[in-house]
C-alpha cells in the first residue's frame, strides 16, 4: 500500500512539475515573440523618421522651396522656420515621424540624437529662408550629419549591434 501511495504522489509530483515547465517554456515564448514584435515596431518608426528627415532635408535644398523665418519666441538668437504650402507636408511627416518615434525609443540616447537631428534640421531650414541652398553654411550640414550617425548607433546600441565606423570623409 505505501509503495501504491509513493508511486501515486511521484506521478503527481511528476505532473506538476511538467505542467510547471511547460507553462515556464510558452511564458518564455510570448515574451520573446513580444519583443521581437516591439523591435519591428521600433524599426518601422525608426526608419519612418529618418525617411521623413531626409525628404524635409532634401526639400530645403529644392531651389524652388519658399521658407520664411521669424524669431523664436522662447529661444533668443534662434529662428522658427515657416513653410508654403509645398513645404508644409515635409514638416508635418517630420515632426509626426519624431513624435512617433519618442513613443516607441528604448533609449534616451536614442530620443537625444533624434532632438539633435531635429534641431539642425529646423536651424537648416530657418537658414534656408534668408541663402540659397547653395549658401548653406556646411558646419550645419557636418552637425546634421553627425547626429544622425548619432541616432543611427544609438539604434543600433538598442539592437545590440555594434556601433557603425565612422566614415573618415565624415560624409554621415
Known amino acids: 500500500m505505501i509503495g501504491t501511495v509513493v508511486a501515486g ?4 509530483a511528476g505532473v506538476i512539475l511538467g505542467g510547471w515547465l511547460s507553462m515556464r517554456n510558452q511564458d518564455r515564448m510570448a515574451q520573446r515573440e513580444h519583443e521581437r514584435q516591439w523591435r519591428d515596431v ?3 518608426f525608426y526608419n519612418d523618421f529618418l525617411a521623413a528627415h531626409r525628404k524635409y532635408v532634401a526639400f530645403l535644398l529644392e531651389p524652388t522651396a519658399r521658407i520664411t523665418a521669424t524669431p523664436h519666441p522662447r529661444s ?9 504650402e509645398a ?7 517630420l515632426e509626426a515621424g519624431f513624435t512617433a518615434m519618442r513613443l516607441v525609443a528604448l533609449s534616451p540616447e536614442t530620443v537625444g540624437t533624434a532632438v539633435r537631428m531635429v534641431i539642425d534640421a529646423r536651424q537648416l531650414a530657418a537658414m ?3 541663402c540659397s541652398g ?10 546634421l550629419w553627425e547626429a544622425e550617425q548619432g ?5 543600433r546600441g538598442e539592437l545590440g549591434l555594434q556601433p557603425m565606423p ?3 570623409n565624415g560624409s554621415g
Open 9 to 12: 504522489l511521484a506521478g503527481l
Open 42 to 44: 521600433r524599426l518601422r
Open 76 to 84: 533668443p538668437g534662434r529662428l522658427m522656420p515657416f513653410f508654403d
Open 87 to 93: 513645404g508644409r507636408p515635409y514638416k508635418e511627416m
Open 128 to 130: 534656408r529662408a534668408t
Open 134 to 143: 547653395a549658401d548653406l553654411p556646411s558646419d550645419l550640414f557636418r552637425s
Open 151 to 155: 541616432f543611427l548607433n544609438a539604434i
Open 166 to 168: 565612422r566614415d573618415p
